[in-house]
């Protein structure tokens, strides 16, 4: 597989799901620091996308279109943002997001945990 990179779109399996978690596989936002994938961690945090966003959480959400092999609009469900193993990783590399958006994602995690 390819060396992961920051902000890149992969599909992960993000099962067993435990209460309102999600689940399943699904497309990731990879945020770690490319400093800390380039040593090749067993552990990333990443941001799971979804195409569908719940109004109650749209000051957490950030609409990603549809790009490459991210076929469909989707949002960044930030209060789902998750460390993960490395072996949940199923794919190459699906799309890019950009500067813009992870920063979007970031700021958005920092008001969910009071920063």
């Given at each position: 597989?390819e060396r992961?990179?920051r902000?890149?779109?992969?599909?992960?399996?993000l099962?067993p799901?435990k209460g309102a978690?999600?689940?399943k596989?699904?497309?990731?936002?990879?945020?770690s620091?490319?400093e800390i994938?380039?040593?090749e961690?067993p552990?990333?945090?990443?941001?799971?996308?979804?195409s569908r966003s719940?109004?109650?959480?749209?000051?957490?959400?950030?609409?990603?279109p549809?790009?490459?092999?991210?076929?469909?609009?989707s949002?960044?469900?930030v209060?789902?943002?998750?460390a993960?193993?490395?072996r949940?990783v199923l794919s190459?590399r699906i799309?890019q997001?950009t500067?813009?958006e992870i920063?979007?994602?970031l700021?958005?995690?920092?008001?969910?945990?009071?920063?």
């Amino acid at each position: 597989m390819e060396r992961l990179s920051r902000g890149g779109v992969y599909l992960a399996r993000l099962d067993p799901a435990k209460g309102a978690e999600v689940g399943k596989l699904r497309p990731v936002v990879v945020l770690s620091a490319d400093e800390i994938l380039a040593v090749e961690t067993p552990l990333l945090f990443v941001c799971p996308l979804s195409s569908r966003s719940n109004p109650d959480f749209n000051a957490l959400h950030v609409p990603l279109p549809p790009r490459d092999g991210l076929m469909v609009a989707s949002f960044a469900l930030v209060e789902h943002c998750r460390a993960i193993s490395r072996r949940r990783v199923l794919s190459e590399r699906i799309g890019q997001v950009t500067e813009q958006e992870i920063s979007s994602i970031l700021h958005r995690l920092q008001r969910l945990v009071g920063l």
